[in-house]
């Protein structure tokens, strides 16, 4: 059965780092394009990054890009959220997610950006 892990939140100060990691297992994971979801509290849950099967290619939304990298190890079935100058916006629970005949969410990890 697909299993998606997330690892890495945690508390942050405002303009520091975190890496996250989604290791996934039950599928073939390197035909698969796998995206970053967020959801704040009282906040719907939106996607934040997506890439392809093979990492050649990459979408961000606004809110992120030029501060978030995604990236991918077929080989490890990893995929990571690098994120850098983080905001208190940021604070969040981060999901990995994969569609295969139908949507596949992490447990998700907790990001808090706060001084």
């Known amino acids: 059965q697909v299993q998606l892990v997330e690892s890495g939140g945690g508390l942050v100060q405002p303009g520091g780092s975190l890496r996250l990691s989604c290791a996934a297992s039950?599928?073939?994971?390197?035909?698969?394009?796998m995206s970053w979801y967020r959801q704040a509290p009282g906040k719907e849950r939106e996607l934040v990054a997506s890439?392809?099967?093979?990492?050649?290619?990459?979408y961000y939304s606004a809110s992120v890009k030029g501060r978030f990298t995604m990236s991918r190890d077929n080989a490890k079935n990893t995929v990571y959220l690098q994120m850098n100058s983080l905001k208190p916006e940021d604070t969040a629970v981060y999901y990995c997610?994969?569609?295969?005949?139908?949507?596949?969410w992490g447990q998700g990890t907790q990001v808090t950006v706060s001084s």
């Open positions: 997610y994969v569609y295969r005949l139908r949507n596949y």
């Open positions: 039950g599928f073939t994971f390197s035909s698969y394009p």
């Open positions: 890439i392809t099967s093979g990492g050649d290619s990459t």
